[in-house]
């Protein structure tokens, strides 16, 4: 798809309350570019529910419902019940942080998959609880510094699009704020699926991260080309690997070193050798399970991996 | 047209919610109030009721998605009872402030440790501040038809909060009794919104509010209640010329024209404090009745009428540990300034302890608050 043939109508007002160099509301603009509108948004507590700006103003041009924190998910499987009634083909999306994923709003989540409702639940990964000033969630990564993980996460995170994975549900993928275009597309393919479908997003976020605002993108494509954040998209259960992944996977490219992409970030800059070791075994790991579930690729892309 | 079948007051409530036309239906199951679940469940797919029913998987979800579906414009239903009705306590909060109109009903139970699935009222009255309009019935004819009230209440646009149709677990829930099964479509038509979330007109609900503007929110909230307050009159006249019945939103009286003992108190063991008044009054005690139906909004004005130079005997099926009964709690403040003769706490039947007309007696005559065992 052509940057031309995408869709010009703006959803989210430019000039928000969001930090400078935002990830979320860039990966939002695009998704609802995507949906052209046609969507009614569902959003628990996280950075969006301050960006979108007080009553009585918005800065999201299309209908959205506040809900609390643990309960995106069921808010969705209601406000959906309630327009298939109605006989409305509107899409219903959660948008939500990986606080309102991972941690509180996961029985939720795990709920309304299970029940194949139909609903598009997104999640952008800034990898923190940006919202309260930068706690660690379930999805930080092992060795970040947050303000309740001061010298540094001692766990890894984990991965909950892998659980989706074990959901079964017909639409599970990955995207990065730096590849805009690899996320309008599998928005508008997870548009033409029925039942739950996940979508998560990679959301460098400068404050949290500690990097400088200008380099947003950058990092979400860093992110990418050192291997730490996988793309993949799996539909109806068939799992393959796109983008940049796709490349690094299929030994057309090479992975940048990891230490590029961890170093470039303040919430790493007091990691170990031993630290910057285990994150790379981490990685390791993750792509070779992930190859694993890849039909046809599997032997030539464990075998290329090297971080 | 309406049959009269032997229902339990579950099956009854299930039934309410089907001839109330609620739509979206999304419930979690808690004992007594499980087979309400059922119940639903089955109609459901019999194609008998027809509604979405969201089978979620906990209280907490069963409240947001009611939430959901009201504001996206249908009308929703749902039934818990004790830690299901705590774990909504956040979305409780929720639905009154997003002003949807949900109705539930709650067969009361109490909350554990020391696991006890009997009749309680404190998980209703432990969400007496949430905003949601509070009704608590005392025979299954009074559930089905309260239900149905409580959305011509919640639904109009002078109130626009949620309600909850409480009744004692086991004493109501499991116990059948004959229902008449009116069809409510001159009562109740489809639901109309007042707002509802549509694509084709965006508008952002529930974000940051600022002081002023949360403080007028709040204000509006408890203007509704007062609004409710005086149109539950009206309905109960609209319910009882359509349907025959005399069915009390606000409260009950019985035998109160020369009363000088009264008895004051709310749910099942009101019906079995008449027994009791009529007991007393074979003893030459001048015994009445007053059941509160309504506890949110708490109709003060009324019960001063009534109480005026009475001897008060508050009877709580509840206790809110630290302060004593919630009904003689909130009953001591509204009679402060008002010329009642004594108003005495009494505090029967927790955790589901029998209530008998004896226990109402043995109260009146002895000193004792806390009344611990079945006086048979
Ligand atoms: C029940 C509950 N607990 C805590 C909070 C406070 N809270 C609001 S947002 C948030 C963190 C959100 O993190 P995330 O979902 O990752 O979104 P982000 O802020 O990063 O955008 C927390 C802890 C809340 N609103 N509700
Ligand atoms: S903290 Fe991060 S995610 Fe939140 S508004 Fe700022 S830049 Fe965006
Ligand atoms: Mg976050």
Not at chain 1, 86 to 102: F, H, S
Not at chain 2, 49 to 76: D, L, N, Q, T
Request: hydrophobic share 40%; proline share 4%; net charge neutral.
């Amino acid at each position: 798809m052509k940057i031309s043939e995408m869709e010009r109508e703006e959803y989210v007002l430019p000039g928000n309350t969001s930090c400078h160099g935002c990830p979320s509301t860039v990966a939002l603009r695009t998704v609802l570019k995507a949906l052209e509108g046609n969507a009614v948004l569902v959003i628990p507590a996280c950075c969006t529910s301050v960006y979108m700006g007080p009553f009585p103003n918005s800065a999201i041009n299309v209908p959205v419902f506040n809900t609390a924190f643990a309960s995106a998910a069921a808010t969705a499987s209601g406000i959906k019940a309630s327009l298939e009634w109605q006989g409305k083909d509107t899409e219903v999306v959660v948008w939500a942080g990986d606080g309102g994923t991972y941690d509180i709003g996961l029985q939720a989540l795990s709920g309304a998959a299970e029940r194949g409702d139909d609903i598009l639940f997104i999640c952008y990964n800034n990898e923190m609880y940006s919202n309260t000033g930068i706690q660690r969630s379930g999805a930080t990564p092992y060795g970040a510094w947050t303000t309740t993980t001061w010298k540094g996460k001692r766990e890894h995170k984990k991965d909950v699009s892998e659980l989706m994975l074990a959901h079964g549900i017909p639409y599970v993928a990955t995207a990065s704020v730096g590849y805009l275009r690899d996320l309008y597309e599998k928005v508008k393919r997870a548009r033409k699926i029925r039942g739950f479908r996940y979508l998560e997003i990679l959301a460098p976020c400068p404050p949290g991260w500690r990097f400088p605002m200008d380099k947003t993108i950058q990092m979400g494509k860093l992110a990418v080309e050192s291997g730490m954040w996988i793309l993949f998209e799996s539909i109806e259960g068939k799992l393959r690997f796109t983008g940049v992944s796709k490349s690094i996977a299929e030994g057309r490219r090479k992975m940048k070193d990891l230490e590029e992409y961890l170093l470039s970030q303040g919430r790493f800059s007091h990691l170990t050798e031993e630290e910057i070791g285990e994150i790379r075994r981490y990685v390791i790991k993750k792509w070779e399970k992930l190859a694993r579930l890849v039909e046809g690729e599997i032997d030539a892309a464990v075998a290329k991996f090297y971080v | 047209m309406y049959e009269v079948k032997i229902l339990t007051g579950n099956e009854t409530a299930a039934y309410a919610a089907m001839n109330s036309k609620a739509r979206v239906v999304a419930a979690y199951p808690i004992t007594p109030v499980t087979p309400v679940v059922e119940t639903i469940s089955k109609l459901v797919e019999e194609g008998r009721m027809h509604a979405k029913f969201i089978r979620v998987e906990s209280e907490h979800s069963a409240m947001a998605a009611c939430i959901g579906a009201s504001a996206a414009g249908s009308r929703a239903f749902t039934a818990t009872s004790s830690h299901g009705l705590a774990y909504m306590h956040e979305m409780l909060h929720w639905a009154t402030n997003a002003r949807t109109p949900i109705v539930m009903a709650v067969a009361n139970r109490a909350i554990g440790p020391g696991w006890n699935i009997w009749a309680d009222l404190g998980d209703a009255l432990s969400q007496r501040d949430t905003g949601w309009i509070q009704f608590y019935c005392s025979n299954n004819q009074e559930i089905y038809d309260t239900i149905a009230m409580a959305y011509k209440l919640a639904e109009d646009r002078k109130v626009l909060l949620p309600a909850m149709v409480c009744y004692d677990g086991f004493v109501l829930s499991h116990t059948s009794m004959p229902v008449e099964l009116t069809e409510f479509d001159d009562f109740l038509s489809e639901y109309e919104p007042v707002w509802k979330l549509d694509a084709e007109n965006p508008f952002t609900h529930g974000n940051i509010l600022p002081p002023e503007d949360f403080a007028e929110l709040r204000h509006n909230i408890q203007k509704s209640h007062d609004r409710a307050l005086k149109l539950m009159k009206k309905i109960e006249e609209e319910f009882f010329e359509l349907y025959g019945r005399r069915t009390p939103l606000i409260l009950e009286e019985y035998k109160m024209e020369d009363a000088e003992k009264v008895i004051v108190t709310m749910g099942a063991i009101g019906s079995e404090a008449k027994v009791a008044v009529d007991s007393l009054r074979e003893k030459k005690v001048k015994a009445g009745l007053v059941r509160l139906k309504s506890f949110r909004p708490f109709p003060e004005k009324e019960l001063r009428n009534l109480l005026e130079d009475k001897k008060v005997y508050v009877f709580d099926r509840a206790i809110s540990p630290g302060s004593g009964g919630p009904l003689y709690n909130e009953l001591k403040s509204a009679l402060a300034f008002s010329p009642v003769k004594r108003i005495i706490p009494k505090i029967v039947g927790i955790g589901g302890i029998d209530v008998t007309k004896r226990t109402f007696e043995r109260a009146i005559f002895e000193r004792k608050v806390w009344i611990k065992e079945v006086v048979s």
